[in-house]
């Protein structure tokens, strides 16, 4: 027979589940930045860290590593497991330009709706991959969609990955103009801030979104200056 649910058991599967999805409560760029600066991304006063996701991507990658050559910049890119499979060169080729490879996970799939050995797996192996095509053991670790669960911190931690989300983004998987996503960016970052971008349409909303990318980033430099703050990835972000 099976015994009716008392008040305790659901109080208790409550508060199995706020327990577990409590960090997504980060997703939020305002209350992270003032709880947990680090996971915000909040860094050296004098610093702006630029940061892609989603990557590497055949034709993004590449056009966006030949603009951060013209601006003499580097930066940090969250790559996807999936994608490094299919294009290791290009996952190479950023490691070659000097840039940091950092881990997104194998595949874009929300952690709230994973399991925990799903999740652990996921982060593992999206690590070993940009590992061995890059031949460069990641650092940083950010989920899909800039959610964080009980889960992710603890796969992050047995993948020894530090987690680390944004201050700013410019919404650029929406293919908008440049002027908007400069002009989105604009409006919430703040010296010592993190920036998320996107150097591949793989997951988003309307194909060659980098495109719009692209073109932003002179323009992100104007705003760079008029902060005061240089701008590279995230190892030279924090203070040690």
Avoid: K
Avoid at 77 to 94: N, S, W
Wanted: hydrophobic share 50%; with cysteine.
């Amino acid at each position: 027979m099976i015994r009716p649910a008392t008040a305790l058991d659901v109080a208790v599967g409550m508060a199995a589940v706020a327990g577990w999805a409590g960090p997504a409560a980060l997703r939020a760029r305002v209350l992270r930045a003032a709880v947990c600066p680090g996971v915000a991304g909040v860094g050296r006063s004098d610093s702006v860290a630029l940061t892609f996701d989603d990557g590497p991507d055949p034709e993004g990658t590449p056009a966006v590593l030949d603009a951060l050559d013209r601006l003499g910049w580097t930066a940090t890119f969250f790559m996807l497991g999936e994608q490094v499979a299919r294009y290791p060169e290009v996952a190479a080729a950023v490691v070659a330009a000097g840039h940091e490879v950092a881990v997104h996970g194998f595949s874009h799939r929300n952690h709230l709706v994973r399991g925990l050995a799903d999740v652990h797996l996921d982060v593992a192996r999206g690590a070993a991959v940009v590992t061995t095509a890059t031949g460069v053991r990641p650092t940083w670790f950010r989920p899909p969609y800039g959610v964080l669960t009980m889960g992710s911190l603890i796969a992050a931690r047995r993948a020894g990955l530090r987690p680390v989300l944004w201050t700013a983004w410019g919404r650029d998987w929406e293919a908008c103009s440049a002027g908007r996503i400069v002009g989105t960016i604009r409006r919430q970052l703040r010296a010592g801030g993190t920036v998320l971008l996107h150097d591949s349409d793989c997951v988003a909303r309307v194909a060659g979104s980098w495109r719009s990318t692209v073109a932003a980033l002179p323009r992100l430099a104007e705003l760079a200056d008029q902060l005061g703050c240089t701008v590279g990835p995230l190892r030279d972000h924090f203070i040690r």
